[in-house]
């Protein structure tokens, strides 16, 4: 499959997991819908990564549980929001939050131009069908900020853990935290077959896919356009709502999902850009005794 084939197919496994998952909230709500994801998601990675905390330092491991805590925050907030704003919607809401911290730790005045963008994307949908949920946008834009914190703290993981161990501890973290809220709501129906069957692919749709195709996706593309075709995450969403949700889009909130995925690609374009100068300009090593190193 091409490198490009597997990048969009992990987009859209995400969002169709999203959608599925939205299926079941009338079964568990979405607090038994967000357990069963984040519990079938924790389950494909400890069985893939097995991580290993004998022997790990107490700061480490505080690390790994703060990022579970976000990361059950954030899927919490995403869930929340989608009973009562379309998926679309609420992906493009939520993309604000990465994009906001990729431009925060820059410096160039070009990048006003895309939180510029991103604004009238956001005030195009505080205007439109959905500007009346007020309690809908802001969860969907607290999922994003959770989703500004993941980012910043799964780098930091990265650096203790080996692999994606770090991130099968913390999803263990976010489902323990998140069992009580979602067996409180889900009641019994959490346990029935055709729930558990849903919740399992909604979790293998959400994390064993995605981050498979994302992997080997990332050999074979630059990061630049691996960044670029992620932005693409606000036109799968509405996408799977359309098709599997019947989740119709009006032609203003359409506009705006166009001007925050423009943002996005174009913060990916310029980070990769700056990258890529401050690789050249990086002097070389000089050839030291033993010879050229």
């Not at 973290?173 to 709501?185: E, N, Y």
């Not at 055709?194 to 498979?212: C, N, R």
């Not at 990332?218 to 799968?236: D, E, K």
């Amino acid at each position: 499959m091409p490198a490009l084939a597997l990048v969009l197919a992990a987009v859209l496994s995400v969002e169709f997991g999203a959608a599925l998952a939205v299926t079941l909230f009338d079964e568990v709500g979405p607090l038994g819908t967000v357990v069963l994801r984040t519990v079938a998601g924790c389950l494909v990675l400890l069985l893939l990564f097995r991580p290993r905390l004998r022997g790990r330092a107490r700061h480490e491991l505080a690390l790994a549980a703060a990022f579970g805590l976000v990361l059950a925050a954030m899927n919490t907030c995403f869930f929340l929001a989608l009973e009562r704003i379309p998926l679309g919607i609420t992906v493009t809401l939520e993309f604000v939050g990465p994009l906001g911290l990729a431009v925060a730790l820059s410096r160039r005045a070009l990048d006003l131009v895309w939180v510029a963008l991103a604004g009238a994307g956001i005030g195009l949908l505080s205007g439109g069908e959905t500007g009346g949920d007020v309690a809908g946008i802001l969860l969907a834009l607290a999922a994003g900020g959770c989703w500004a914190g993941y980012i910043l703290l799964s780098a930091r993981v990265g650096r203790v853990f080996p692999g994606p161990s770090g991130l099968a501890v913390a999803t263990l973290v976010g489902s323990l935290v998140l069992l009580g809220p979602g067996i409180a709501q889900g009641g019994a129906d959490l346990l029935d077959g055709h729930v558990l069957g849903l919740g399992l692919a909604v979790g293998v749709l959400s994390t064993a896919i995605p981050y498979s195709l994302e992997l080997e996706a990332l050999r074979r593309v630059p990061p630049r356009v691996f960044g670029v075709l992620m932005s693409l995450g606000p036109a799968a969403g509405a996408l799977a709502g359309a098709l599997v949700l019947d989740q119709r889009l009006a032609a203003t909130e359409w506009l705006a999902l166009a001007l925050v995925v423009v943002a996005s690609a174009g913060v990916t374009l310029a980070q990769a850009q700056r990258e890529r100068r401050h690789e050249v300009r990086r002097p070389r090593p000089r050839a030291g005794p033993g010879g050229t190193r």
